[in-house]
């Protein structure tokens, strides 16, 4: 440990909570150095959704490597890029009926927000951006303008400008989208008419908050009827997290642009993508680039991932198994533990359960670690115990987990009940 205390920045946070030395991992298993395994509830937060070293993803990437395949090329055209837009095409756009050019930004997330937000800009030429409570969108500048979290903003240095920010679904009791729809159409409401609006439709830092269908529904017509951009951010949500390939998809809405990294490599390896609608492609050749727009090794990763999980709907069946097994838990935890839980977030393989304080929810989260599990919380206080394992998960491995979860909250309800009496 003595390498990392001395050399590396107080910035780091995950090892904070996990102080062990990781030295190989498969599927959903983490080994230390010391042979310890560890179940993997967190999955890169949302990188890993089939799991570390896939190994059908990884051997495509090692026949790659073996055969000299370009590892850099900026934006230049390779077969890698071909065969990933291709599957991408065949089998994620065309079985949706969406129609979508693919920008590729620098290799995460933020960076592609960041892309998102300029291109909705540039396209309407108006500057205001409307974001929501709790969301989070990264922490480069201009997508920090986006994020809610306060311990994020503060980071900035500086005052954060160009975003108005209205409530989500159920925040606070209050109808967000009547406000946002009253203030447009008010000409001394104070809101600058917004080149776009950009949320998660499940957010996940936030506290696994869900956005109905009809929700998202309204939304969109409000935004249509405007003229305002619509940009899902489908970084953390995305690639079958929520049960379908996108997260939007249950309510039959069609963003104007979408965002995505974070699983989209498929193997763990960084690559972002910004989606956007044909007639809204106004970039000049090289107006937003960087020196890492276009992993390849993530492409063959990626196309893989595509070809072998999404070309039926086998893999959503997996998913929906998989998350009805970790709803009957929470249910469980909830009857059974009244004294520390609240209720269910969240919806597919991106569910948690919200404690009555953070303090539990940590307590929770060590204890698991202790066991042999991985997993963090989420939410404004920190609050939600987030279960986010690999998606590849089977249903042997996810009831390992998720008895380790149960073991856990019982001990720090026991612990609680002590110290009270």
């Known amino acids: 440990m003595e390498i990392f205390n001395k050399q590396e920045s107080n910035v780091k946070s995950y090892c904070n909570s996990?102080?062990?030395?990781?030295?190989?991992?498969?599927?959903?298993?983490?080994?230390?150095?010391?042979?310890?395994?560890?179940?993997?509830?967190?999955?890169?937060?949302?990188?890993?959704?089939?799991?570390?070293?896939?190994?059908?993803?990884?051997?495509?990437?090692?026949?790659?490597?073996?055969?000299?395949?370009?590892?850099?090329g900026l934006d230049m055209f390779t077969e890698a890029k071909a065969a990933f837009l291709t599957a991408l095409r065949n089998h994620i756009f065309a079985p949706r009926n969406?129609?979508?050019?693919?920008?590729?930004?620098?290799?995460?997330?933020?960076?592609?927000?960041?892309?998102?937000?300029?291109?909705?800009?540039?396209?309407?030429?108006?500057?205001?951006?409307?974001?929501?409570?709790?969301?989070?969108?990264?922490?480069?500048?201009?997508?920090?303008?986006?994020?809610?979290?306060?311990h994020h903003r503060g980071g900035a240095g500086t005052p954060l400008f160009g975003t108005s920010r209205i409530p989500y679904e159920d925040y606070a009791g209050i109808d967000g989208l009547a406000l946002f729809e009253a203030m447009l159409n008010d000409?001394?409401?104070?809101?600058d008419k917004p080149a776009a609006v950009l949320l998660e439709t499940l957010q996940g830092e936030g506290g696994l908050n869900v956005a109905s269908n009809e929700w998202l529904q309204k939304l969109s017509k409000i935004c249509k009827a405007h003229g305002i951009l619509l940009i899902v951010d489908d970084i953390q949500a995305g690639c079958g997290r929520t049960g379908t390939f996108f997260s939007?998809?249950?309510?039959?809405?069609?963003?104007?642009?979408?965002?995505?990294?974070?699983?989209?490599?498929?193997?763990?390896?960084?690559?972002?993508?910004?989606?956007l609608k044909p007639e809204l492609d106004k970039w000049l050749p090289g107006e937003h680039n960087g020196?890492?727009?276009g992993n390849n090794h993530a492409f063959v990763t990626a196309t893989k991932a595509i070809e072998h999980y999404w070309q039926n709907d086998d893999f959503e069946s997996h998913i929906a198994e998989r998350s009805q097994q970790v709803s009957k838990t929470i249910d469980r935890s909830l009857?059974?533990?009244?004294?520390?839980?609240?209720?269910?977030?969240?919806?597919?393989?991106?569910?948690g359960i919200e404690c009555k304080s953070g303090d539990i929810a940590s307590a929770i989260s060590r204890?698991?670690?202790?066991?042999?599990?991985?997993?963090?919380?989420?939410?404004?206080?920190?609050?939600?115990?987030?279960?986010?394992?690999?998606?590849?998960i089977s249903e042997s491995e996810l009831e390992q987990g998720l008895h380790i979860f149960e073991k856990a909250a019982q001990e720090v309800a026991n612990e609680l009940t002590r110290k009270a009496s």
């Open 18 to 72: 996990f102080p062990v030395v990781f030295t190989s991992a498969k599927g959903c298993w983490l080994t230390t150095d010391s042979g310890a395994r560890y179940i993997d509830f967190l999955a890169g937060a949302g990188s890993l959704n089939y799991g570390h070293n896939n190994p059908i993803l990884k051997e495509a990437l090692v026949e790659y490597i073996s055969n000299d395949g370009i590892t850099h």
């Open 98 to 150: 969406l129609d979508y050019k693919v920008q590729f930004t620098g290799p995460t997330g933020t960076n592609a927000v960041e892309a998102a937000m300029k291109l909705a800009r540039k396209v309407t030429g108006r500057t205001n951006i409307v974001t929501f409570t709790n969301g989070f969108h990264g922490c480069t500048m201009g997508a920090l303008t986006a994020t809610g979290n306060q």
């Open 187 to 191: 000409n001394s409401s104070g809101l």
């Open 248 to 275: 939007f998809e249950p309510s039959g809405i069609n963003p104007d642009i979408v965002t995505l990294s974070k699983s989209i490599g498929g193997y763990g390896l960084p690559v972002a993508l910004v989606l």
């Open 291 to 293: 020196t890492f727009r």
């Open 335 to 351: 009857k059974q533990l009244s004294s520390l839980f609240v209720r269910a977030k969240g919806r597919g393989m991106m569910q």
């Open 367 to 392: 204890r698991c670690f202790e066991k042999g599990m991985i997993i963090e919380t989420a939410g404004p206080d920190d609050e939600v115990v987030k279960f986010f394992c690999p998606l590849t």
